[in-house]
């Protein structure tokens, strides 16, 4: 093969949109895309393939970018022996999931930069994460590393060795990934008890969270420990479920990890306390987190809680959202070269951009802004002193003081409009979206007050992706395809299973927060395209890939959160939703059959399966229906949803004259209507509700609180 005919030849990532990609179109590395192109040029060549993979806001790929990759001698090492591939993590979750896999069974950890070495046909033989240029404690240096592999690969007997290990580690994610449990029972009441015990006994009381380490976010262990506490056999249990939860969200709403400035959170704290943050923000983390502050202000009734929700959605706002609609992925950790600079103070940079005095150090000290600081000489701004505190120390009532420190944080933050931002990652996630759709949605029915602001958002968002990433059904067998990528107009890669779950719970909140059939509809295709492309009747799993997709050497499932819920749970708990407007049971019957396989892993680790431990417990508890038949939802039921705790509440609307449902079950191709509508009517001309759990139901009530308070709530 001449260099004319070779792709490999030259570095190709400047054809690609992935802003992580084109980082590396410079490099003297003679990069290419995973494609078919690639891939071939390595059997042709007979020479292993190097895959990195990694993501826009990586610190640590920024790093070992430059270490090695912009070094001239180690391109000439990778280009001469191996066909480098890059992939953009947040684009080929596939990929990264098959890798990421071996790399966790070999070494006991992973994380990105992923470094791993194929074989010509994809198969891995050597792992690892970053590597430093040069060795340096205990790692060994990536050059040396490099020439040790092109060497060893030149050796027959080596290679076998190599090949051997390859078809082993093959095996290996074949079984981690691709199996699936002997149907077994579906987990029962008691799941949710022993769940939230288990992360009582993982919480770190002392600071917050879970875990005596780095800090994550954890959503999903929120999540139960606050649906577990509203069923809990006794006060004391509730209480200390309830406990834990708060100590979780005041830990994120208070410490590093939330940007006390601009509003949003930060992807995690390096520290067991909550105080110096990884600062990259990504778009999911600031959809999950949301909606565990909205589920926790709805509990609690604590202020902190909604703030940290709102100036959240400000934040996408202003920072994430695409001119046409739809929420962009990522905002790197770097700004000038240096972690976490947007985002640090000191005293003299407060009091330049404060002009009163005391205002500015009423801001330093609620902030913790010192002259020492946290960070390599600057502060994280944290909650250090509370409001009442600060306002016995300054003479002021609690109201000045805390009007004070409000204004100073306007300040600071048109200060902080001056400085250079950190990059931004432009491609727009169709799972990502759906993510963040969902967040919106329910703080349009938790803070009604922003109510229409926030459905804007959340509906501008649906809309787009509708418009851009998906292609509706064309003819019987065709379900429709999902696409995961918008980018500067260009579309990409047929979705994953968390595309389609993410985005399909998020149109159906989108419904349940409007009343907009459109919006259900597009959720009942989405799960259509579910059951037909991911869903797998003889193995009993909805996998991750779709089964026209690409082959790998694996077809991974994902039933496990991670830094994401697991694709797998929300999709199921998300056709139990969706089963309520379906005549037929096959919603259902997937949910059922998946939560029997998995019903022994969930009930072992309940914690590491959040997302499956939700679903099953909607499954064995049943959705709460709302439905409500009514033009508009009164105000008093706005305030009445707001104000409870409903972990499982389906809200339905439906549409009080006969003529406008025969119009919305034409729109939604059903030819009767479904239960959660059939033979509900408005009575005496006022909106009604109906209140029904597994089949038992209230009588119909034109006051929503008495209709919940007979239904029992939750």
Avoid at 185 to 202: H, K
Avoid at 391 to 398: N, Q
Wanted: hydrophobic share 35%; glycine share 8%.
């Amino acid at each position: 093969m001449s260099d004319s005919e070779d792709p490999t030849a030259r570095n190709r990532l400047d054809e690609e949109e992935s802003p992580y990609l084109r980082q590396h179109a410079d490099n003297p590395v003679n990069w290419q895309p995973w494609d078919d192109a690639a891939l071939a040029a390595a059997e042709e060549r007979d020479v292993p393939i190097f895959l990195s993979v990694g993501y826009s806001a990586c610190h640590w790929c920024h790093v070992m970018e430059e270490e090695s990759f912009e070094d001239e001698e180690i391109a000439r090492l990778l280009n001469e022996n191996f066909v480098p591939v890059k992939v953009d993590r947040e684009e080929r979750p596939d990929v990264d999931s098959i890798y990421q896999t071996i790399c966790q069974a070999v070494s006991g950890r992973g994380g990105w930069p992923l470094s791993v070495w194929l074989t010509p046909d994809g198969r891995p033989f050597y792992v690892g994460t970053y590597f430093p240029k040069e060795p340096k404690r205990g790692q060994p240096g990536f050059r040396d590393l490099l020439a040790s592999i092109a060497d060893s690969w030149s050796d027959d007997e080596d290679r076998r060795e190599m090949q051997r290990r390859a078809d082993q580690w093959t095996d290996a994610i074949e079984g981690e990934l691709e199996s699936v449990p002997d149907p077994g029972e579906t987990p029962g009441e008691g799941l949710l008890g022993s769940a939230a015990d288990a992360a009582v006994r993982s919480a770190d009381r002392e600071h917050g969270g879970f875990g005596t380490g780095q800090k994550f976010p954890q959503a999903g262990r929120v999540h139960l420990l606050l649906r577990a506490a509203e069923r809990a056999d006794s006060d004391d249990e509730a209480d200390e479920y309830r406990e834990v939860a708060d100590e979780a969200l005041t830990a994120m709403a208070e410490g590093g990890i939330f940007d006390h400035v601009g509003g949003g959170f930060h992807r995690y704290t390096v520290d067991r306390e909550w105080v110096v943050p990884h600062f990259e923000k990504m778009l999911y983390d600031n959809a999950e987190i949301s909606r565990a502050m909205l589920a926790g202000y709805q509990v609690s009734g604590d202020e902190a809680y909604a703030t940290a929700a709102r100036r959240t959605f400000e934040f996408v706002e202003r920072e994430m959202t695409h001119p046409e609609g739809g929420f962009y992925s990522t905002l790197d950790a770097q700004s000038e070269g240096e972690e976490g600079k947007f985002y640090v103070w000191t005293p003299e940079e407060v009091h330049d951009a404060v002009d009163d005095p005391t205002a500015a150090d009423l801001f330093c000290d609620r902030f913790g802004v010192t002259e020492s600081g946290n960070f390599e000489g600057k502060t994280v701004l944290t909650e250090s002193e509370s409001i009442a505190d600060l306002a016995d120390e300054y003479g002021m009532d609690e109201s000045e003081a805390e009007q004070t420190v409000e204004e100073a944080r306007e300040r600071v933050f048109e200060a902080r409009t001056g400085r250079v931002r950190p990059r931004r990652d432009e491609k727009v996630l169709a799972g990502w979206n759906g993510l963040m759709i969902s967040a919106l949605a329910e703080g349009a029915l938790v803070l009604p007050e922003e109510s229409d602001r926030y459905v804007g958002l959340a509906t501008d968002a649906l809309d787009f992706v509708r418009e851009t990433l998906w292609k509706p059904a064309e003819g019987e067998n065709d379900a429709g395809t999902l696409y995961r990528r918008f980018k500067a107009g260009d579309v990409a890669i047929p979705g994953y299973l968390e595309d389609y779950a993410f985005l399909a719970r998020g149109a159906l909140n989108c419904y349940e927060a409007t009343g907009n059939p459109d919006h259900l509809g597009f959720a009942l295709d989405l799960a259509d395209a579910i059951a037909a492309e991911f869903w797998d009747e003889d193995a009993g799993t909805i996998y991750f890939t779709p089964e026209s997709g690409e082959e790998l050497v694996a077809r991974p499932q994902e039933p496990h959160d991670q830094s994401t819920p697991s694709s797998l749970g929300v999709a199921t708990e998300t056709l139990l939703a969706l089963d309520h407007f379906r005549t037929d049971d096959e919603f259902e019957a997937i949910a059922e059959k998946v939560l029997e396989r998995r019903g022994q892993q969930i009930q072992s680790n309940p914690l590491q399966h959040a997302s499956l431990a939700l679903a099953a417990d909607r499954y064995a508890q049943g959705s709460l229906e709302v439905t409500a038949v009514a033009d508009e939802l009164p105000d008093s039921w706005r305030e009445e949803i707001a104000a409870r705790y409903l972990p499982t509440r389906l809200l339905s609307r439906r549409p009080p004259g006969d003529d406008q449902l025969e119009e919305w079950l034409d729109r939604l191709d059903l030819a009767e209507a479904p239960p959660i509508w059939a033979d509900r009517t408005r009575r005496e001309g006022e909106p009604t509700a109906y209140v029904c759990r597994n089949f038992t139901c209230s009588p119909p009530k034109s006051d929503l609180g008495e209709a919940l308070d007979w239904s029992g709530g939750e």
